[in-house]
């Protein structure tokens, strides 16, 4: 039988800032540069809120998840300077 020691993944974080037009809720979502490309400007409140989404790579799966989903895991440690600790088995 193999017994895993535990570690400590460290996982960086990425934010990626939205541009939502609260006039038109049919418009497009665009990233903050995609928007100051096509539109040569900074988006101007009220007609327009940045909206800023925190991702990771989930060690478990691989797969994307928001931050705010890190903290429901049983291996959640912290979110600390960018980065999300977690617990990790390696054999």
């Known amino acids: 039988m193999t017994v895993g020691i ?7 974080s990425r934010v990626i800032k939205i ?3 609260l006039d038109d809720p049919f418009g497009p979502e665009l990233t903050l540069e995609d928007f100051i490309r096509y539109y040569k400007e900074m988006p101007q409140p009220p007609k327009y809120k940045i909206v800023c989404i925190e991702i990771v790579t989930c060690t ?3 797969q994307p998840v928001l931050i705010t989903e890190c903290g429901q895991c049983d ?17």
């Open 6 to 12: 535990e570690n400590i993944n460290r996982v960086p």
């Open 19 to 21: 541009v939502l037009d």
């Open 60 to 62: 478990e799966d691989n």
């Open 75 to 91: 291996r959640f440690i912290r979110k600390f300077d960018g980065e999300i600790y977690c617990k990790g088995f390696s054999s």
